[in-house]
């Protein structure tokens, strides 16, 4: 099964002469971990996201479990900047819905706030 991750972040007390440089550098390391602020679409375009938003998939047999991976590595990501923030992991797993265009619905599985 995959896993659809959203995480949305705030940096604290990021000067703002030095802000751009600060948000590139965390936006690197989370793409590292397989989250990207312009994820690549089934279809091979890309999809550009929200500033402060990052999203990946990922494997795993629930969305607690991938949910839970996810939040501890970027816990320590965020903790490496040495810096206050404040983030949200949200884990959306595919659910077929009744619908007359036969789009799949992602629904949210996982949440957790991260500080």
């Known amino acids: 099964m995959s896993c659809l991750v959203t995480v949305k972040f705030g940096l ?7 802000s751009a440089k600060v948000y ?14 312009t994820p690549l679409a089934d ?4 999809a550009s996201l929200p500033e402060s938003t990052v999203m990946g998939k990922f494997p795993g047999k629930s969305a607690e479990k991938v949910g839970d991976k996810v939040h501890s590595d970027v816990k320590e990501i965020f903790k490496a900047t040495n810096r206050k923030y404040i983030a949200t992991v949200a884990v959306y797993i ?13 629904e949210s599985r996982y949440r957790r706030i991260l500080k």
């Open 43 to 46: 279809n091979g375009g890309a």
């Open 12 to 18: 604290h007390d990021v000067p703002k002469e030095n």
């Open 94 to 106: 595919p659910e077929p819905v009744e619908r007359r265009d036969g789009v799949f619905f992602f």
């Open 24 to 37: 590139q550098e965390v936006y690197a390391e989370l793409s590292k971990i397989g989250l990207a602020g």
